[in-house]
């Protein structure tokens, strides 16, 4: 015995299927979305792990020469400043030779400084790429766990 399906049960039976169709295709395209998210997210992070950087070019010339232009003020306050003093005493006070050497251990100290900060940035630099490093490493194990599927 064969029934003939109800027009209301075929209308709901094809409703059914073109909102599954629909469904399906949705899903691929934000699955595929996702899929080039993560690829290109895995690679810029490999990238940092196999190459880590610290600071950028432009960071890194602005931090040294900030350090030198402040250096070299600080530097060329303290020689005017010994320079006056002298002046102020007549020269005479210091005796042979003793301007210049004062002048000299300034300019000595100076140098020491720059060497210091020159250093400093050279550190916080290292220790930038390291963050970036393990930032990255981070990164790709949040990407892995998102191509997880069981998760």
């Keep these: 015995m064969c029934s003939s399906a109800n027009p209301t049960e075929v209308s709901l039976q094809q409703s059914q299927a073109a909102f599954t169709n629909t469904l399906d295709s949705s899903f691929k395209t934000t699955f595929a979305a996702q899929q080039s ?13 196999l190459n880590p950087t610290g600071f ?4 890194m010339t602005a931090l040294r020469t900030g350090a030198t232009d402040t250096t070299a003020m600080q530097t ?7 320079a006056a ?3 102020s005493h007549g020269g005479a006070d210091l005796g042979s030779g003793v301007q210049s050497q004062i002048e000299g251990s300034i300019a000595t100290g100076g140098a020491e400084q720059l060497s210091q900060e020159q250093n400093q940035i050279t550190v916080a630099n290292a220790q930038q790429q390291q963050q ?13 766990a998102a ?3 069981a998760g």
């Design 37 to 49: 998210i993560l690829g290109n997210l895995s690679s810029t992070l490999q990238k940092m792990i």
């Design 76 to 82: 060329q306050n303290a020689q005017k400043s010994a």
């Design 56 to 59: 950028t070019p432009a960071e």
């Design 85 to 87: 003093y002298g002046a």
């Design 132 to 144: 970036n490093y393990w930032n990255a490493i981070n990164g790709l194990t949040q990407v892995g």
């Design 147 to 149: 191509y997880n599927q």
